[in-house]
């Protein structure tokens, strides 16, 4: 499976939002969520902040971050997904800060999740994948696509342990 979460075009250096997925805890105890990973970077595009929210979020992203659409949000290191073994309400959607640091065509092809439950470290890698394409100029039209390329299991980074933290 690889979903993308398309291409942007901003200028170098602006901070903006990517709505990249919910997450959903179907085990029996709270998982404690520690990191983001870009997996696949060609090392042109900057993590720059990570938020979740348990709010219904049908924003695929924003041109700023923290995104300006006014839904309540948290730092996601440290956040703690409770335990919900049925498919519930209580997914988390993730929302990506990051920057294009260069000009060019810059991408990732997955997002590494690091989380906790109880002593126990986890990753989940979802392949999600984005493009940053600059000068604003030259893709801005369309004319010129702004595509990420798509996430191969093994391509880059490494799947860790999972439990039971899962997309939804």
């Known amino acids: ?24 805890n179907y085990g029996d ?8 990973d ?17 709010q219904d979020s049908r924003f695929s992203g924003d041109g700023n971050f923290p995104p300006s659409f006014g839904i309540n949000m948290s730092p996601l290191r ?19 800060g990051l920057r294009e640091t260069r000009v060019g065509v810059e991408w990732f092809t997955a997002v590494g999740i690091r989380y906790h439950v109880g002593t126990r470290g986890y990753r989940y890698v979802f392949p999600y994948a984005v493009a940053v394409c600059t000068p604003v100029k030259t893709y801005a039209s ?6 990420p390329p798509l996430y191969t299991p093994g391509s880059a980074g490494t799947f860790g342990p999972t439990q039971n933290l899962r997309p939804v």
Do not use: Q, W, Y
């Open 38 to 54: 870009l997996i696949g970077s060609t090392g042109g595009i900057e993590l720059v902040g990570a938020l979740v929210s348990f």
């Open 1 to 24: 499976m690889n979903a993308t979460g398309g291409g942007f075009t901003l200028p170098v250096g602006h901070a903006f939002t990517a709505n990249t997925f919910h997450l959903h």
């Open 29 to 36: 105890r709270p998982a404690v969520l520690d990191g983001v």
């Open 78 to 96: 440290g956040f703690a997904i409770p335990p919900d073994p049925t498919l519930g309400t209580r997914g988390v959607a993730v929302f990506l």
């Open 142 to 147: 369309g004319k010129v696509p702004c595509v």
